[in-house]
């Protein structure tokens, strides 16, 4: 089935470390996103791409990097330098003109 | 930017009752504008869109209304079921088609009583 799968479900991370969230869609979309999500909050946009080996940051891309060596996969890593990384992670693609598909959602958690 | 916001961050309603959820959004150029789902512990589910030329339309269950003229939209879903229990987002594109990105509502969190 064509779908976006995000990887791991739940993610802990320590204080200082730097973590990866796998976001990988079969749908043949060109256009890529990161979104964060906090208790009781919409989402926010972290980092996008439009086209492989290129992207852009979003409202709070601070502290967090990407990637987009392939169509297929757009990872996001959280570095040690984002402060509150405790949140909800979405991954999402799309065609142009029309909605866009969510993944199932990370967890993450500092620990 | 873009900016959007809802009205009830929480609405109950009876089981088998229609519900009214509402969005506002400040952007008078924007032209297209969806309705998310998203319940606990998932991601937001596509249920339903609508273009600018358009005052209306209909889904399954579900309908939504544009007011151009105040920027606002809503979401009818009649008859609600326990499994209608989740937060619904309006969400609008950041340009022309979403290229880059949309920009969301903070959710009106459906709750249907027995």
């Known amino acids: 089935d064509g779908g976006i799968t995000q990887s791991p479900k739940y993610l802990f991370r320590k204080e200082g470390q730097n973590v990866t969230l796998s976001c990988e869609q079969n749908?043949?979309?060109?256009?890529m996103y990161w979104y964060r999500q906090d208790p009781g909050q919409g989402l926010r946009l972290i980092y996008y791409?439009?086209?492989?080996?290129?992207?852009q940051k979003g409202d709070i891309a601070e502290g967090y990097s990407v990637s987009r060596e392939k169509k297929e996969s757009f990872p996001l890593t959280v570095t040690s330098a984002q402060k509150n990384p405790t949140a909800f992670y979405l991954c999402?693609?799309?065609?142009?003109?029309?909605?866009?598909?969510f993944g199932q959602g990370t967890r993450l958690t500092v620990v | 930017g873009e900016s959007v916001g809802l009205h009830l961050p929480t609405l109950s309603v009876q089981e088998g009752d229609n519900s009214i959820i509402n969005c506002a959004y400040s952007?008078?150029?924007?032209?297209?504008f969806i309705w998310y789902k998203q319940e606990s512990g998932k991601g937001p589910q596509f249920i339903i869109d609508?273009?600018?030329?358009?005052d209306k339309r209909q889904g399954q269950r579900v309908t939504v209304l544009l007011n151009k003229t105040v920027k606002h939209l809503s979401l009818q879903i009649a008859a609600t079921q326990p499994g209608d229990s989740a937060v619904y987002f309006c969400?609008?594109?950041?340009?022309?088609?979403?290229?880059?990105?949309?920009?969301f509502g903070k959710g009106t969190h459906l709750i249907i009583q027995p």
């Open positions: 999402a693609s799309k065609r142009r003109s029309t909605e866009a598909f």
């Open positions: 749908l043949n979309h060109d256009a």
């Open positions: 791409s439009q086209i492989v080996n290129d992207f």
């Open positions: 952007n008078s150029a924007s032209d297209y």
């Open positions: 609508i273009r600018s030329n358009m």
């Open positions: 969400a609008v594109p950041n340009s022309g088609g979403g290229a880059d990105g949309l920009t």
